[in-house]
């Protein structure tokens, strides 16, 4: 059974940078996406970032409005996957979620981001 554990989230100013981390507990398949998603408040979640499993090929999957400031990544070895985000600006306050893909679709529980001007 598959987990993912989210960390990393916080408060920062406009402007600033975080890097967001999942930890994933189970193996992945190169059909399953690892990505990110984020929910702001009063709106629906929203794709963020994805990129293919561990240990597999394939091209990022980006957001527009993030691609230029947002990078996904993720380290094979311990089971994590990265979101190093930059100029950071208040829209981008949200919960950010950790999902697995797949037919399963495990989510974490989700990490804070507050951005202030």
């Known amino acids: 059974q598959m987990q993912l554990v989210e960390n990393g989230g916080g408060s920062v100013q406009t402007g600033g940078s975080l890097k967001l981390s999942c930890a994933v507990t189970?193996?992945?398949?190169?059909?399953?996406?690892l990505g990110w998603y984020r929910q702001a408040p009063g709106k629906e979640r929203e794709f963020v970032e994805a990129?293919?499993?561990?240990?597999?090929?394939?091209?990022?999957v980006y957001e527009d409005s993030v691609r230029d400031r947002y990078t996904i990544s993720r380290a094979h070895a311990e089971n994590i996957l990265y979101l190093q985000m930059t100029i950071l600006n208040p829209a981008d306050t949200a919960i950010y979620y950790c999902?697995?893909?797949?037919?399963?679709?495990?989510w974490g529980r989700g990490t804070q981001v507050t951005v202030s001007s």
């Open positions: 999902n697995s893909g797949g037919p399963s679709d495990y």
């Open positions: 189970g193996r992945t398949t190169c059909t399953d996406r």
């Open positions: 990129l293919p499993g561990f240990w597999c090929s394939g091209a990022t």
